[in-house]
T-cell receptor, first 116, second 114 residues
């Protein structure tokens, strides 16, 4: 079945460092891909998305590119801030139609801790 | 607009007691999802509804868990009887059926079963 694998954390960085969190997926067809972020004590919220190959999702300085050839959707940010400390989840949703479900398949989450 | 509303935010109960978690989705959303989050198992989808009808409950761990959605603006997740291993944060999320279908999450209910 469909699955998402993301790098284990925690990832500890100094402020202004470059961030990469790896995410790879296994899915039939062409899924949509997402990064959700969970700040301490809160629910998840959508950070960015990409719905087809070569799409680049971006938001708040974060970027991720949908790479079909490597089945990857790595999250990057050029200069992290303390306020970016959170848990980041990679997720996929199968293509619509044909009785496909509307549910998301989440990775295990990666804790990012940014130190001043 | 109000987001997804969950209550209570925290619940502490003793083993064997019945626990009911509540969720009010965003108005107009067609889908409602219940998730459980633990350190050991991460984020698990328990059940989801489309237009108040349960679509997939394969994630419900056992018969002690049940979920209902009597109308478009309210859903409950019930655990009876509760056990210490049910301790987790339970999230409710909702989304539209059409378009991008982003899921909007509530703040969660932290359940502790002693």
């Amino acid at each position: 079945g469909d699955s998402v694998t993301q790098m284990e954390g925690p990832v500890t960085l100094s402020e202004e460092a470059f961030l990469t969190i790896n995410c790879t997926y296994t899915a039939t067809g062409y899924p949509s891909l997402f990064w959700y972020v969970q700040y301490p004590g809160e629910g998840l919220q959508l950070l960015l998305k990409a719905t087809k190959a070569d799409d680049k999702g971006s938001n708040k300085g974060f970027e991720a590119t949908y790479r079909k050839e490597t089945t990857s959707f790595h999250l990057e940010k050029g200069s992290v801030q303390v306020s970016d400390s959170a848990v980041y989840f990679c997720a996929l949703k199968g293509p619509s139609g044909g009785g496909a479900t509307n549910k998301l398949i989440f990775g295990t989450g990666t804790l990012l801790a940014v130190q001043p | 607009d109000a987001g997804v509303i969950q209550s209570p935010r925290h619940e502490v109960t003793e083993m064997g007691q019945e626990v009911t978690l509540r969720c009010k989705p965003i108005s107009g959303h067609d889908y409602l999802f219940w998730y459980r989050q633990t350190m050991m198992r991460g984020l698990e989808l328990l059940i989801y509804f489309n237009n108040n009808v349960p679509i997939d409950d394969s994630g419900m761990p056992e018969d002690r868990f049940s979920a209902k959605m009597p109308n478009a603006s309210f859903s409950t997740l019930k655990i009876q009887p509760s056990e210490p291993r049910d301790s987790a944060v339970y999230f409710c999320a909702s989304s539209f059926a059409q378009g991008f279908q982003e899921q909007f999450f509530g703040p969660g209910t932290r359940l502790t079963v002693l």
